[in-house]
């Protein structure tokens, strides 16, 4: 009899299989974990330049970027001088200053991958039809210092900086003297 009610048992037991548990349910989206992102650079709006422009010879002669008049009309600007890499400065004879820089590679979209919240300045604009950003870490408007990085082509910036001194006419408005250096700039771009 024991024989019997183990062979019972064992079958049984044979012909109920467990079935596993279902799964539960996946977390809703606004709760699911999402791993590092692939890429080192985070995902950002950046404004796409509508109408690329190619600087051609200006990433060679940045100083040829303004002409005289246009020097003079930014802000008395006289004295031109090359600085390193693709870079020209402007200054007048206090040594007031603006300086244009054109660089290659990631376009404005390392000018808004390197944004601080909470730290300087950064504000959208758009000169002359082109996408650009006034930017710094620090903001020193108060005392003459603005810079602009304005969008040429997706993978090309020009950025505009002045270094104004507390003693120059225009050291409260640096921002409008980058505007207009800027404006200059594109023109002469435009027309090669």
Known sequence: MLRTLALLSLGLLAGCTAEPAPAPPPPPPSTLKVGPPTSSTPAVDVP???KPLETGRFDKEPCAVLTAAQARSVYLLVKSELGQGATCQ???AHLNGVRITFTSGD?????YTKRAPGTGYFE???ISGFPAVYAGQADQRNIGRCSMTIGLRNDEIMTVESDLGNASPVASGPCDVVKKAAEAAITTIKRG
């Not at 376009?107 to 000018?111: D, N």
């Open 107 to 111: 376009g404005l979209r390392g000018t």
């Open 48 to 50: 796409q330049v509508p």
């Open 124 to 126: 959208p604009t758009t």
């Open 90 to 92: 402007w200054r007048d």
